[in-house]
């Protein structure tokens, strides 16, 4: 009975995190690593949380098909493919406990820049109101000299003022419907939303796939890293969630194969995956039916605050590496 409870500890403790990474954006990890790490040793976490992270996000590729923004996958899989080798395969050889202090910092800033943010859009939309408006005020003042026409005057004013008013709120709907992919849960706009000062590239994600997952396969896991860059790309909701798992999946098999044939996989490591791979497949469909009931607004607050305290969270488990 005794060796049977760790693999229910897992399982149970994997439920939960799964449904809080599908509302975060990821970061299951962080509430696994720790008990893989006292249950079985730190020797353990990479191959047991890549075998439960493989099966997880394999799930959520099957449920959010249609949201994976297949162009960013493309550019993704050549550098993560190399990365997810040459870093199980460094695993192998030696292990670095430093890099993730490097990554928790950068979580910690990317979430504090993203909330100090402001969207552009809202300033022009102001600004334009504005000056349409004292525009509007100067011609009556000036029609005001003319008493014959004022009548005639002002009523083309308010005729050209809401075809400009229907214009601009076409113009809006039509740049928001171009940013985003359609999808029947989310009602809300990305004008509503506050805009990063520079949008990132899809072929800019090749290097920082191969850097996640080169440094994935050395310390198991590199939290949320990538999801600054997802939402300067634009996704958002189960455009990430679908893209993220996506590239996971792909990022895992890689270090599947190569742990199995460098013999760095063990039978109970492999139990103690697959307890946590199947237990995010109803974790997985719970997370989904209360992702469609949040706004893009909610979903984004969460990623942030979730990139902070992971940040804070490896930092936390590096703190031997600052006493010392």
Do not use: C
């Given at each position: 009975m005794s060796e049977i409870m760790p693999t229910i500890y897992l399982s149970i403790v994997?439920?939960?995190a799964w449904i809080v990474s599908t509302l975060a954006g990821g970061g299951s990890p962080f509430v696994l690593i720790p008990l893989v790490n006292l249950l079985m040793g730190a020797a353990s976490v990479p191959p047991v949380i890549t075998i439960g992270m493989f099966f997880g996000n394999a799930h959520r590729v099957f449920l959010f098909w249609r949201d994976i923004d297949w162009k960013l996958t493309a550019w993704y899989a050549p550098g993560a493919v190399f990365g997810a080798i040459l870093g199980a395969y460094t695993f192998t050889r030696i292990h670095i406990d430093g890099l993730q202090i490097?990554?928790?910092?950068f979580l910690l800033i990317s979430a504090v820049l993203f909330e100090l943010e402001k969207s552009p859009d809202t300033?022009?939309?102001?600004?334009?109101?504005?000056?349409?408006?004292?525009n509007n005020s100067d011609n009556?003042?000036?029609?005001?000299?003319n008493s014959d026409n004022l009548e005639t005057k002002l009523t083309a004013l308010a005729i050209a003022s809401e075809e400009t008013r229907d214009?601009?709120?076409t113009k809006e709907s039509g740049e928001s419907g171009a940013n985003e992919i359609p999808n029947a849960n989310q009602t809300e706009t990305q004008g509503q939303l506050p805009k990063p000062k520079f949008k990132l590239e899809a072929w800019h994600i090749m290097p920082a796939g191969f850097l996640k997952a080169y440094v994935s396969g050395l310390v198991g896991t590199t939290g949320p890293v990538l999801n600054p860059f997802y939402l300067r790309y634009g996704l958002l909701k189960e455009q990430m969630i679908a893209t993220k798992a996506a590239h996971m999946t792909i990022i895992h098999v890689f270090k599947l194969i190569t742990y199995g044939l460098l013999a760095a996989l063990s039978q109970e490591q492999a139990i103690a995956g697959l307890a946590i791979g199947l237990a995010a497949i109803p974790a997985n469909l719970v997370g989904k039916y209360i992702l469609s009931r949040m706004s893009s607004q909610q979903f984004r607050q969460i990623v942030l605050a979730f990139m902070a305290v992971g940040g804070l969270w490896m930092l936390w488990g590096q703190r031997d590496l600052f006493l010392n």
């Amino acid at each position: 009975m005794s060796e049977i409870m760790p693999t229910i500890y897992l399982s149970i403790v994997s439920f939960f995190a799964w449904i809080v990474s599908t509302l975060a954006g990821g970061g299951s990890p962080f509430v696994l690593i720790p008990l893989v790490n006292l249950l079985m040793g730190a020797a353990s976490v990479p191959p047991v949380i890549t075998i439960g992270m493989f099966f997880g996000n394999a799930h959520r590729v099957f449920l959010f098909w249609r949201d994976i923004d297949w162009k960013l996958t493309a550019w993704y899989a050549p550098g993560a493919v190399f990365g997810a080798i040459l870093g199980a395969y460094t695993f192998t050889r030696i292990h670095i406990d430093g890099l993730q202090i490097v990554i928790g910092i950068f979580l910690l800033i990317s979430a504090v820049l993203f909330e100090l943010e402001k969207s552009p859009d809202t300033k022009n939309v102001d600004n334009s109101a504005s000056q349409h408006d004292l525009n509007n005020s100067d011609n009556l003042n000036s029609d005001n000299l003319n008493s014959d026409n004022l009548e005639t005057k002002l009523t083309a004013l308010a005729i050209a003022s809401e075809e400009t008013r229907d214009s601009q709120e076409t113009k809006e709907s039509g740049e928001s419907g171009a940013n985003e992919i359609p999808n029947a849960n989310q009602t809300e706009t990305q004008g509503q939303l506050p805009k990063p000062k520079f949008k990132l590239e899809a072929w800019h994600i090749m290097p920082a796939g191969f850097l996640k997952a080169y440094v994935s396969g050395l310390v198991g896991t590199t939290g949320p890293v990538l999801n600054p860059f997802y939402l300067r790309y634009g996704l958002l909701k189960e455009q990430m969630i679908a893209t993220k798992a996506a590239h996971m999946t792909i990022i895992h098999v890689f270090k599947l194969i190569t742990y199995g044939l460098l013999a760095a996989l063990s039978q109970e490591q492999a139990i103690a995956g697959l307890a946590i791979g199947l237990a995010a497949i109803p974790a997985n469909l719970v997370g989904k039916y209360i992702l469609s009931r949040m706004s893009s607004q909610q979903f984004r607050q969460i990623v942030l605050a979730f990139m902070a305290v992971g940040g804070l969270w490896m930092l936390w488990g590096q703190r031997d590496l600052f006493l010392n």
